[in-house]
């Protein structure tokens, strides 16, 4: 993209204007040569022998979901699942802030990016994004979907973010719990961030923000990768942060849609972003070669050590965090989908990094198995995804993506039923954890044996395979699957203590069914597809 012409960044003046936002200087949309100019030169980041731009963001290396909050007014108040997820701050509290953000603001030096956040043009959302580093600004281009010229003229948007990265709340007084905040305000259509200077709080808010608003449409927002194979066979996959959405959507066999958020309408699917938010902790060539032909000129490295002297990337240090990243557009992966919009799903894949090693590495499941653990959303947290947590821990994130769902599960899960219902949409459940063994003691389960299953649940193989029942965890699990050994199929068999797998597989059975509680009044057929102790 080019830069803009003055005419229309000094309409972008004038509409911030109307909201009191008076800026001294605004760089808007500029090309991507000129925002890593610009980052260099502020010294926000440097050069890697890769080509990338390298940066460090601070103190905080993942994201403050305690620190997260949403409006609580006339739109929200009876609408968004209110608790420790979805946290109140009241209308008076944020206009105390934001108050206060214009006043920090003015006269200063900001980058705009004006975009889009959804590739279907009938559904997506205009924003605009305004931040105070050049390499934020950079992010976001990379990230969410870039507008042509043509349509940057007129452009109006429907949501506006503002980070400011050294400005502070005040704990207590405007109604936050640190000085850190991200707040969405559906009724200003606005978010507010302030005093951490990690991307992702950019990316997930403007996530948030659609979770909200597609329901409404009649559209299933979703926490899932996507990609297409050369049949025109749509494959989502769902999963937290560090559970293989991305690493297994970037097959080489088939085309990328995107890498971690979609809509599903009645066309089809569709991604809502223009790029990758790729892990970069322990990559290799050999494993993921597209990802690692990714890292070059256009893509930024966050928290990735580089090496003194040879400016290389060393992707196995994770001194600074395991939460390592680099963001680069969708284009950089040979044969992704552009405009990113597919079909239907054939199959869904739901993944989970079970620390346990108890659970099945794939089992198939039924329509309201498929929504039990759509709504329980079991992983482990991995290391450096979240401040604080620096090895496995066992969660429930209901929608694999709790943090970023503002509505009941119960309504995600419904549109999930009903969309695997009207397309005969198969569903498997893949452990992409520990096998043989919990954390410490087990191994992680080979790429290799994953990406085979994959294929196998892709290409129809499972179809023909018998399954046996596990009594534990109420799953019907493969008996054979090409590519991978037998033994390792049923976790029960990797184990050199069977009556220790039976223990804590019954443990993680009962977390399972003591975390379903919190959702109140389920159908029984659904409650009943999940652990029955």
Same mark, same amino acid.
């Given at each position: 993209?080019?830069?803009?012409?003055?005419?229309?960044?000094r309409?972008?003046?004038?509409?911030?204007?109307?909201?009191?936002?008076?800026?001294?200087?605004?760089?808007?949309n500029?090309?991507?040569?000129?925002?890593?100019?610009?980052?260099?030169?502020?010294?926000?980041?440097v050069?890697?022998?890769?080509?990338?731009?390298?940066?460090k963001t601070?103190?905080?290396?993942?994201?403050?979901?305690?620190?997260?909050?949403?409006?609580?007014?006339?739109?929200?108040?009876?609408?968004?699942?209110?608790? @420790?997820?979805?946290?109140?701050?009241?209308?008076?509290?944020?206009?105390?802030?934001?108050?206060?953000?214009?006043?920090?603001?003015?006269?200063?030096?900001f980058?705009? &990016?004006?975009?889009?956040?959804?590739?279907?043009?009938?559904?997506?959302?205009?924003?605009?994004?305004?931040?105070?580093?050049?390499?934020h600004?950079? &992010?976001?281009?990379?990230?969410?979907?870039?507008?042509?010229?043509?349509?940057?003229?007129?452009?109006?948007?429907?949501?506006?973010?503002?980070?400011?990265?050294?400005?502070?709340?005040?704990?207590?007084?405007?109604?936050?719990?640190?000085?850190?905040?991200?707040?969405?305000?559906?009724?200003?259509?606005m978010?507010?961030?302030?005093?951490?200077?990690?991307?992702?709080?950019?990316?997930?808010?403007?996530?948030?923000?659609?979770?909200?608003?597609?329901?409404?449409?009649?559209?299933?927002?979703?926490?899932?990768?996507?990609?297409?194979?050369?049949?025109?066979?749509?494959?989502?996959f769902?999963?937290?942060?560090g559970?293989?959405?991305?690493?297994?959507?970037?097959?080489?066999?088939?085309?990328?849609?995107?890498?971690?958020?979609?809509?599903?309408?009645?066309?089809?699917?569709?991604?809502?972003?223009?790029?990758?938010?790729?892990?970069?902790?322990?990559?290799?060539?050999?494993?993921?070669?597209?990802?690692? @032909?990714?890292?070059?000129?256009?893509?930024?490295?966050?928290?990735?050590?580089?090496?003194?002297?040879?400016?290389?990337?060393?992707?196995?240090d994770?001194?600074?965090?395991?939460?390592?990243?680099?963001?680069?557009?969708?284009?950089?992966?040979?044969?992704?989908?552009?405009?990113?919009?597919?079909?239907?799903?054939?199959?869904?894949?739901?993944?989970t990094?079970?620390?346990?090693?108890?659970?099945?590495?794939?089992?198939?499941?039924?329509?309201?198995?498929?929504?039990?653990?759509?709504?329980?959303?079991?992983?482990?947290?991995?290391a450096?995804?979240?401040?604080?947590?620096?090895?496995?821990?066992?969660?429930?994130?209901?929608?694999?993506?709790?943090?970023f769902?503002?509505?009941?599960a119960k309504e995600?899960?419904?549109?999930?039923?009903?969309?695997?219902?009207?397309?005969?949409?198969?569903?498997?459940?893949?452990?992409?954890?520990?096998s043989?063994?919990?954390?410490?003691?087990?191994?992680?389960?080979?790429?290799?044996?994953?990406?085979?299953?994959?294929?196998?649940?892709?290409?129809?193989?499972?179809?023909?395979?018998?399954?046996?029942?596990?009594?534990?965890?109420?799953?019907?699990?493969?008996?054979?699957?090409?590519?991978?050994?037998?033994?390792?199929?049923?976790?029960?068999?990797?184990?050199?203590?069977?009556?220790?797998?039976?223990?804590?597989?019954?443990?993680?059975?009962?977390?399972?069914?003591?975390n379903?509680?919190?959702?109140?009044?389920?159908s029984?057929?659904?409650?009943?597809a999940?652990?029955?102790?």
């Amino acid at each position: 993209m080019n830069d803009n012409p003055r005419s229309i960044t000094r309409k972008c003046m004038v509409q911030l204007e109307k909201m009191d936002i008076r800026l001294g200087k605004i760089h808007r949309n500029l090309s991507v040569p000129s925002l890593i100019e610009i980052a260099i030169h502020r010294k926000e980041g440097v050069f890697s022998l890769t080509g990338a731009l390298s940066v460090k963001t601070g103190k905080f290396t993942g994201r403050s979901p305690d620190d997260r909050y949403i409006v609580d007014d006339n739109i929200t108040h009876n609408s968004v699942d209110w608790g @420790k997820i979805n946290v109140p701050i009241s209308q008076q509290k944020f206009e105390k802030i934001f108050r206060r953000m214009k006043k920090y603001v003015e006269g200063r030096e900001f980058f705009v &990016f004006d975009g889009y956040v959804g590739a279907d043009i009938e559904i997506r959302l205009p924003i605009r994004v305004i931040t105070d580093k050049a390499w934020h600004s950079f &992010f976001a281009t990379q990230i969410f979907i870039r507008p042509t010229m043509a349509e940057l003229e007129n452009f109006s948007p429907a949501f506006t973010l503002l980070s400011v990265n050294d400005f502070r709340a005040i704990p207590g007084v405007e109604g936050t719990r640190t000085e850190t905040f991200i707040i969405i305000s559906f009724g200003e259509k606005m978010v507010l961030i302030g005093s951490t200077s990690y991307a992702g709080e950019i990316k997930k808010a403007m996530f948030s923000v659609m979770n909200y608003l597609l329901p409404k449409k009649g559209v299933f927002p979703m926490h899932c990768s996507a990609n297409v194979g050369v049949d025109g066979n749509t494959a989502l996959f769902f999963g937290l942060s560090g559970t293989g959405k991305t690493t297994l959507s970037t097959d080489p066999e088939r085309h990328l849609v995107g890498d971690d958020e979609h809509g599903w309408s009645d066309k089809g699917i569709f991604n809502f972003e223009g790029g990758c938010y790729a892990k970069c902790i322990n990559l290799k060539k050999e494993n993921e070669p597209e990802i690692w @032909k990714a890292i070059r000129f256009g893509a930024v490295m966050e928290n990735v050590i580089i090496k003194e002297g040879t400016r290389e990337p060393d992707f196995g240090d994770g001194s600074l965090t395991e939460n390592t990243r680099v963001v680069y557009p969708i284009e950089f992966i040979p044969g992704a989908r552009t405009p990113s919009v597919a079909g239907h799903p054939k199959v869904i894949v739901f993944l989970t990094a079970d620390a346990f090693g108890v659970m099945p590495p794939i089992a198939k499941l039924t329509q309201e198995g498929a929504m039990y653990h759509f709504m329980s959303g079991y992983t482990s947290k991995l290391a450096g995804t979240e401040r604080g947590i620096t090895e496995p821990k066992e969660t429930f994130s209901q929608c694999f993506g709790a943090p970023f769902m503002p509505l009941h599960a119960k309504e995600y899960a419904n549109m999930l039923g009903k969309k695997i219902a009207e397309h005969n949409t198969k569903v498997y459940l893949i452990n992409t954890g520990w096998s043989g063994g919990p954390y410490g003691i087990g191994k992680r389960m080979n790429l290799k044996y994953t990406r085979a299953m994959v294929t196998a649940a892709l290409n129809g193989d499972l179809e023909k395979v018998p399954f046996k029942h596990n009594d534990i965890f109420n799953l019907e699990i493969p008996t054979l699957c090409p590519g991978v050994p037998s033994t390792i199929l049923d976790p029960s068999n990797t184990w050199a203590d069977n009556d220790k797998y039976i223990m804590s597989a019954k443990r993680l059975a009962a977390l399972f069914v003591n975390n379903f509680e919190k959702f109140g009044e389920i159908s029984k057929e659904i409650r009943n597809a999940g652990p029955l102790l």
